[in-house]
């Protein structure tokens, strides 16, 4: 079947609907095509598709039916040409940067990405002699005057994991165009549920469909979607490299995103309000939540987001011993690093997901010994404030 135009669609009904192909068979629900390879009709046809010079399916390295249908789906949502699945959220960001840098290139990002990002940036790519430097995410001043004139890529996440810190997109991407470096937002925590980057003028997105787009936590998965050459590029990569989607896993995320609107609304709901609550407690320093009118960017993030997501964190008044007592304390709520899912989770990011870092990094990102992520999944928001005072009484 011929592929519908959904761009008149909104972003529930993309969800369910857009980049589905139906077969002969007439499924209702998308197929799941587990095969390595595929058989072509004749030596011709096989170096036509080999060469580009007829559409098909090839290799399920880089050419899989499921694959490719969650791949328009995503696309669609996120408003781009064409999305990149690949095996998971950091094979999406190697994937870009090998894809589009080179050695003697610098990469300029924003303090507080996920730890592992700042590995790769720190210790690998620089093997490659690629250079790395961050500076604070919302000082568009800051972006403007830390470019250099080997500044390639200008790498983002807003809000951020875990601090929702939140940058004007469309002005950081004015600059990027003004300065000639790509705009890569890894839009993970908010999802094109609630923010499209590539609208306010970014040229790439990195997601990790590992979390929201999954949603129950079943599946390791990433995916990199833009226009034009760029998206071209780190398909190339990908085809050759082979940092693959599968196709059981693109068939999980596809039905994730089925349900991805009206899950981030719920995310969204319930965190805000315990975030409200959270604020109250004499025991916090500070929450870190977009959603709060404390925020320092609330404005802006109801500005360019259409909702706060699931994601918050809040200081404790004391360090890492008071963080891992308020975490032991609680009963119902998972102790795992993962995100985006039906099921709560809580986490100590000083000692997990930016274990990695140095002293210093840690304290320039802002992950402090006192800092609990919490990860809002979908049950009874009244059950989740019981367990984490379950946290407040261990204190």
Request: with cysteine; hydrophobic share 40%; proline share 3%.
């Given at each position: 079947?011929?592929?519908?135009?959904?761009?008149q669609?909104?972003?529930?009904?993309?969800?369910?609907?857009?980049?589905?192909?139906?077969?002969?068979?007439?499924?209702?629900?998308?197929?799941?095509?587990?095969?390595s390879?595929?058989?072509?009709?004749?030596?011709?046809?096989?170096?036509?598709?080999?060469?580009?010079?007829?559409?098909?399916?090839?290799?399920?390295?880089?050419?899989?039916?499921?694959?490719?249908?969650?791949?328009?789906?995503?696309?669609?949502?996120?408003?781009?040409?064409?999305?990149?699945?690949?095996?998971?959220?950091?094979?999406?960001i190697?994937?870009?940067?090998?894809?589009l840098?080179?050695?003697?290139?610098?990469?300029?990002?924003?303090?507080?990405?996920?730890?592992?990002?700042?590995?790769?940036?720190?210790?690998?790519?620089?093997?490659?002699?690629?250079?790395h430097?961050?500076?604070?995410?919302?000082?568009?001043?800051?972006?403007?005057?830390?470019?250099?004139?080997?500044?390639?890529?200008?790498?983002?996440?807003?809000?951020?994991?875990?601090?929702?810190?939140v940058?004007?997109?469309?002005?950081?991407?004015?600059?990027?165009?003004?300065?000639?470096?790509?705009?890569?937002?890894?839009?993970?925590?908010?999802?094109?549920?609630?923010?499209r980057?590539?609208?306010?003028?970014?040229?790439?997105?990195?997601?990790?469909?590992?979390?929201?787009?999954?949603?129950?936590?079943?599946?390791?998965?990433?995916?990199?979607?833009?226009?034009?050459?760029?998206?071209?590029?780190?398909?190339?990569?990908?085809?050759?490299?082979?940092?693959?989607?599968?196709?059981?896993?693109?068939?999980?995320?596809?039905?994730?995103?089925?349900?991805?609107?009206?899950?981030?609304?719920?995310?969204?709901?319930?965190?805000?309000?315990?975030?409200?609550?959270?604020?109250?407690?004499?025991?916090?320093?500070?929450?870190f939540?977009?959603?709060?009118?404390?925020?320092?960017?609330?404005?802006?993030?109801?500005?360019?987001?259409?909702?706060?997501?699931?994601?918050?964190?809040?200081?404790?008044?004391?360090?890492?011993?008071?963080?891992?007592?308020?975490?032991?304390?609680?009963?119902?709520?998972?102790?795992?690093?993962?995100?985006?899912?039906?099921?709560?989770t809580?986490?100590?990011?000083?000692?997990?997901?930016?274990?990695?870092?140095?002293?210093?990094?840690?304290?320039?990102?802002?992950?402090?010994?006192?800092?609990?992520?919490?990860?809002?999944?979908?049950?009874?928001?009244?059950?989740?404030?019981?367990?984490?005072?379950?946290?407040?009484?261990?204190?």
């Amino acid at each position: 079947m011929i592929d519908k135009d959904f761009s008149q669609y909104g972003v529930a009904t993309r969800g369910v609907r857009a980049g589905q192909r139906r077969t002969q068979e007439g499924e209702q629900s998308e197929p799941i095509f587990t095969t390595s390879s595929y058989i072509f009709e004749s030596a011709e046809q096989a170096a036509a598709r080999f060469s580009g010079e007829e559409p098909g399916n090839i290799y399920s390295r880089f050419t899989n039916p499921t694959v490719n249908t969650f791949e328009r789906r995503l696309a669609s949502l996120e408003g781009g040409e064409r999305c990149v699945a690949t095996a998971s959220g950091m094979a999406a960001i190697t994937a870009v940067c090998s894809a589009l840098l080179k050695q003697g290139d610098h990469i300029l990002s924003s303090n507080g990405i996920f730890g592992s990002t700042t590995v790769l940036f720190n210790k690998y790519l620089s093997r490659f002699g690629i250079e790395h430097s961050s500076i604070p995410l919302s000082d568009l001043d800051r972006w403007e005057s830390s470019i250099q004139p080997n500044t390639r890529m200008l790498f983002i996440e807003t809000p951020s994991n875990p601090l929702a810190e939140v940058v004007d997109i469309k002005k950081l991407a004015e600059i990027a165009r003004r300065k000639n470096c790509i705009l890569v937002v890894d839009n993970t925590v908010c999802t094109a549920a609630l923010q499209r980057p590539l609208e306010l003028g970014a040229d790439l997105v990195v997601v990790s469909a590992t979390k929201y787009l999954d949603g129950q936590g079943r599946c390791v998965g990433g995916a990199v979607i833009g226009n034009g050459d760029l998206i071209e590029e780190v398909y190339g990569f990908l085809r050759t490299a082979g940092p693959s989607m599968s196709p059981f896993n693109a068939w999980v995320f596809m039905k994730g995103l089925e349900t991805l609107r009206i899950r981030m609304a719920a995310h969204s709901a319930s965190a805000l309000l315990l975030a409200k609550w959270i604020e109250r407690h004499p025991a916090v320093k500070q929450v870190f939540y977009a959603g709060l009118e404390s925020h320092p960017q609330h404005a802006l993030a109801a500005q360019q987001q259409d909702g706060f997501s699931g994601l918050l964190a809040f200081e404790l008044n004391g360090g890492r011993d008071e963080a891992w007592r308020f975490i032991n304390g609680t009963e119902l709520v998972s102790i795992t690093a993962n995100l985006g899912d039906a099921k709560t989770t809580i986490t100590h990011p000083a000692t997990t997901t930016h274990g990695r870092l140095s002293d210093e990094e840690r304290d320039i990102a802002g992950i402090h010994q006192g800092l609990v992520r919490v990860a809002v999944g979908l049950e009874d928001v009244e059950d989740l404030q019981t367990d984490l005072q379950r946290g407040f009484d261990a204190l």
